[in-house]
């Protein structure tokens, strides 16, 4: 999951929303020492998020339909489809328009400007730049976000060129998306249900 999938996923509480737009930014555990504890909770939930995906049947099976060289870097390829599959289909998931909930999260950012992480605050430059998370709908910027971060890796890869392979991958992409999606809510309900102090 991706920016967008996180903040959705948490968004029944500010820390854990926070946490969750956070949690590719703060590596360890002693990084997480410097937020507030609903913050460092919503670091944990990002971590758990990305294992739980990880780890599910669907997402594995998926992965294996990525040729070779895109299949070493199939995993940031599928993070970021979910996130235009989860734009695509927004009212599914969301009662408020995407572009109210994009709104929201700039908000919370400014709210909460003195604990953003400097790579998320990068980030979110280029996304004003770019109108994401709401241009996330569209193919073509899917396509320009992966050569963005092709360009953001030290080694070589083919993270600029997944336009060629687009037209395999897209529908085991939506298809999965459809069927795990819906599961990870419920984990990330059930997980949420276990902090009580939230």
Known sequence: MNYLA??????SHEGLMLGGLFGDHVRGLRALRGFPPDVRSGIRLHRYIDRTTDSNAGVKALLRHFPRPFRRYAGIITDMAFDHELACNWSDYATEPLEEFDQQIRLLLERNAALVPAGL????????????FAAYREEQELMVSLAGVS???RRAN??????????????PCA???????????????????????L
Do not use: C
Not at 6 to 11: I, S, T, W
Not at 158 to 171: A, M, Q, S, T
Not at 179 to 197: C, L, Y
């Open 121 to 132: 605050v990068k980030f979110m430059r280029y996304a004003d730049r770019r109108g994401l």
């Open 6 to 11: 996180h903040a959705l996923l948490a968004r």
């Open 158 to 171: 083919p993270l600029d060129r997944v336009n060629e392979i687009w037209p395999e991958v897209r529908e």
């Open 175 to 197: 298809k999965t998306f459809a069927e795990v999606f819906p599961q990870i809510q419920i984990e990330v309900d059930a997980w949420i249900s276990r902090k009580t102090s």
């Open 151 to 153: 360009r953001r890796l």
